[in-house]
């Protein structure tokens, strides 16, 4: 008789069943007992009494790449302060999150992800990245955000510049795209809000662009912008972007988030850098999260503006240039930037700037190998085009030498002179033509200005001049 009793005990037929169910956790009790030599209902009652004192659990192991996901990533995760629990709970919500574990070591949890392709892995990365940069609410809900979280110091700085402009009553305008107004769920415009009012700014003065749905709506804000009657606007680049003239009184703009392209920058900043402000100096604020995905973002950002300088201005030294992809991310970029070693950031640099020297190399290599084939080439080519100069300029001699200052042509032996039998030329011309439809040989069946006028064989439909380079 099974004489094992201690529920909180593992002994060593627990071990042995637990070893049995790693290997198959269908395997019958019956079979199982048959190997440990005790009764099928002991081993029953022992693997209830696992499970329930959550020694161990018994799931069913998917294969990822039969259902469609033919990508897996394993990724170190660091946690801050004392919520790893928490952090590991939401983490294990996300549906490419397939396996999470707590560890010891350079991180703290090592999550399984799985994706359909390198895209999806990348989407999944790069979009959650940057919402933890903005603010980790947006990711764990009840997560603590400290007081030099983005969010905190960019409202403490809204206020004092609206405080420093309250009797201009200055105006500002703040560019989120990545968390706008929901009712239902934290987001970045309504916390910002409620920390402004926090600080003793009127909610009267305080707009969101997502408020006015109509043009006529939009107009009146924008008249209200300018007016003073409000004066922080909230809006994304979509929304808030060309076409709103709200310059009148800004005084700052704050990029709380980094949009994927240059020229997103250049239509936010260009609502405050233009004609009508009334101020001649302006702040521009750009909010960066460190050991986040911003600095890749504002890199980014830099390297496209850069690229596309070069390219407008005409200061690229080499002919070809490599484009940049807007929302992709390398697997070596996104490992340097979550591990955060400047050690690993410093490798990928230099591995990207190897494969840029790689890539200006081998054009290089092909441009000299161009140049070197029309340098081969160009004693041919100069004395073919000094040949044709010559022949062109005897062409235009002979022309002038034949040219009476009125219409003549010879067609056959009969010549037609002046504008009277220009068109009966035409006609006898054209039946002349049709006549050597289907002749073989080219024939000459007249003269123009000292050239021979032929019809080449297979094509009576049309006549040429022949001269040095005239045919």
Request: some cysteine.
């Amino acid at each position: 008789m099974d004489q094992h009793n201690n529920k909180n005990s593992i002994d060593e037929i627990d071990q042995h069943i637990i070893e049995a169910l790693q290997m198959d956790g269908r395997r019958p009790f019956t079979k199982i007992a048959a190997d440990l030599g005790i009764s099928e209902a002991s081993v029953r009652q022992r693997v209830a009494n696992l499970i329930n004192t959550q020694v161990m659990q018994i799931v069913a192991i998917t294969n990822p790449i039969k259902l469609g996901f033919s990508l897996a990533s394993m990724i170190g995760i660091r946690v801050s302060g004392e919520r790893l629990l928490e952090a590991a709970q939401e983490i294990s919500t996300f549906d490419e999150v397939i396996y999470l574990i707590i560890c010891t070591g350079s991180f703290d949890l090592l999550a399984e992800v799985v994706c359909r392709d390198n895209d999806h892995l990348l989407s999944f990365l790069t979009s959650d990245g940057r919402k933890a940069a903005l603010d980790l609410r947006l990711m764990v809900h009840d997560a603590a955000v400290g007081e030099e979280a983005k969010v905190y110091k960019a409202a403490r700085n809204i206020y004092r510049i609206w405080e420093e402009g309250r009797e201009a009553k200055t105006t500002q305008l703040v560019f989120c795209d990545l968390s706008t107004p929901h009712p239902e769920r934290f987001n970045v415009y309504d916390e910002v809000k409620r920390l402004l009012i926090a600080h003793g700014i009127p909610e009267q003065e305080i707009a969101y662009i997502h408020d006015a749905e109509t043009d006529a709506q939009k107009q009146e804000l924008y008249d209200a912008l300018n007016a003073g009657r409000k004066r922080i606007l909230f809006g994304s680049t979509e929304k808030c972007g060309a076409g709103t003239n709200v310059q009148r009184r800004l005084i700052a703009l704050h990029h709380l988030d980094a949009p994927w392209r240059p020229r997103d920058i250049e239509q936010r900043e260009g609502r405050i850098l233009r004609q009508g402000n009334m101020h001649d100096v302006v702040q521009i604020v750009r909010y960066a999260t460190e050991g986040s995905f911003d600095a890749y973002m504002w890199q980014t950002l830099e390297t496209k503006a850069r690229f596309i300088q070069q390219v407008m201005s005409g200061q690229v030294t080499v002919r070809e240039a490599e484009d940049l992809e807007g929302g992709a991310l390398s697997y070596a970029e996104i490992k340097a930037i979550a591990s955060g070693n400047p050690v690993v950031l410093e490798k990928v640099k230099i591995d990207t700037e190897v494969r840029r020297l790689d890539i200006l190399r081998a054009a290089h290599i092909n441009m000299q190998y161009d140049i070197a084939k029309q340098v081969r080439e160009l004693p041919e080519r100069i004395g073919r085009t000094n040949a044709r100069i010559e022949g062109l300029v005897s062409d235009l001699h002979r022309r002038t030498a034949h040219d009476t200052g009125e219409f003549a042509i010879t067609i056959g032996d009969v010549t037609y002179r002046g504008k009277k039998e220009r068109e009966q030329a035409a006609h006898i011309l054209s039946m002349a033509i049709q006549g050597m439809m289907f002749d073989q040989e080219v024939k000459v069946i007249g003269t123009y200005k000292g050239f021979e006028i032929f019809v080449k064989a297979g094509r009576a439909e049309k006549f040429y001049l022949r001269g040095h380079f005239c045919d």
